[in-house]
Structure formats: C-alpha cells, structure tokens
C-alpha cells in the first residue's frame, strides 16, 4: 500500500490495469494495527485487486516479493475467518442497532469462532489457525467471559425475545440470569405475581 502512495507511476499503472481487468478502481488500503477489522478491510481489497498489483510489480520490474498461490489462499482464509470480527465491530459501533442484549450473545459467538478455528484449521492453514489462537488469548486476557456474569446484560439478554436462554453460553448463565430476573421480580409489588410463571416459560 505505501508503494503505490509513494509513486505516482504506480498508481496510474494500478488504474490502468484495473481498467483492463474490469475491476472496481479502489485504492489499496494500509491495515491500522490496533483493529481487526482494519486488517479484514486491507485483506479484502488486497485480494480483490491483487491481478491487477502484480501485474503493476511485474511492469516496473519491482523486487517487491509478491504472494505465491499458496499465500493467496492462506490470506483469503485469514480474511475470512477475520470478517465475522469486522461485522460484530460494525454492530457495537453503531449506536443505532447496539443492544445490552446483544453483547453476550455477540461476545459468545467470537469467543466460539476463534477456539473452533484454532483446533480445526490448524494442519491445513497453520497461520490462521495461530492468528485464531492468539486471539483467543487476548479476548481472555480482555475478560471478554466475564461480560456472562455482568447482571444487567444478563437480563437484557433473557428478556430480548431474539435471543431468551439461546442467547446466553451455558447452563449457569441461564440459572444466573433466572436467578437475577426472580431477585429483581421479588422487590416488586404483587401486580407482578406472573412473573415466575414467564420465567420458567423462557
């Protein structure tokens, strides 16, 4: 990416060739390294235009290394197995659609994405499959499990009827937030004596 910034040549030969190839004349984007969904973002659009970027390197006989086939695939997996971390960014920064009762649903989601990939892709695309693990590291570190203990989100999550006991990673979760939502019907008056009725119902 810092390439083609630096060198006017090399980007009018990159709209050259992406006019040839009939690709969406996009800029090649530089990945931010405190986001994942920034990497996902550079990944795509370097995937989509990597024909037209080699064939750049190739008329300016750059001694850039360029990607072998086999480090294309690798990166089209690391791609996708970055993208449901990039669409759950989008949800939570948009203070439109994010919902307390999404969070541990969302959280759960990533938490199971990155440990399945790590263990089921690790022979075949071993960078990956680390880049997964390494991750899964991290969201630990971040307490990321600890959000499935956080009572208001307990009860956002079991009252949303999107989501109810689906929504929540396990059985103590569910006796957690059960627990909490019989506690807070407890401190109300008797006009709420169906309340226990609706909880067992969840």
């Not at 001694?63 to 759950?88: G, I, N, T």
């Not at 590291?137 to 999550?157: D, H």
């Amino acid at each position: 990416a810092s390439h083609f910034r630096r060198s006017a040549k090399a980007t009018a030969l990159l709209n050259s060739e992406q006019k040839k190839l009939k690709l969406a004349e996009h800029k090649i984007i530089r990945d931010n390294e405190t986001r994942w969904s920034s990497v996902y973002f550079m990944l795509e659009r370097f995937l989509e235009q990597h024909k037209a970027i080699y064939n750049v390197l190739s008329d300016l006989k750059s001694d850039l290394a360029f990607p072998s086939l086999s480090d294309l695939k690798d990166l089209a997996m690391l791609r996708d197995y970055l993208k449901p971390f990039q669409e759950v960014t989008t949800v939570m920064s948009s203070e439109k659609n994010v919902t307390a009762s999404s969070v541990i649903y969302l959280v759960t989601e990533l938490m199971r994405h990155a440990t399945d990939f790590s263990v089921l892709h690790e022979d075949k695309y071993k960078v990956t499959a680390a880049v997964a693990a390494s991750m899964r590291v991290s969201m630990l570190e971040r307490g990321f499990p600890s959000y499935a203990s956080n009572k208001i989100l307990l009860l956002a999550t079991i009252l949303d009827p999107r989501y109810k006991t689906a929504g929540l990673p396990n059985d103590e979760a569910v006796q957690a937030a059960k627990g909490e939502l019989f506690r807070k019907a407890s401190l109300l008056d008797d006009s709420n004596d169906g309340i226990d009725e609706a909880v067992v119902e969840l």
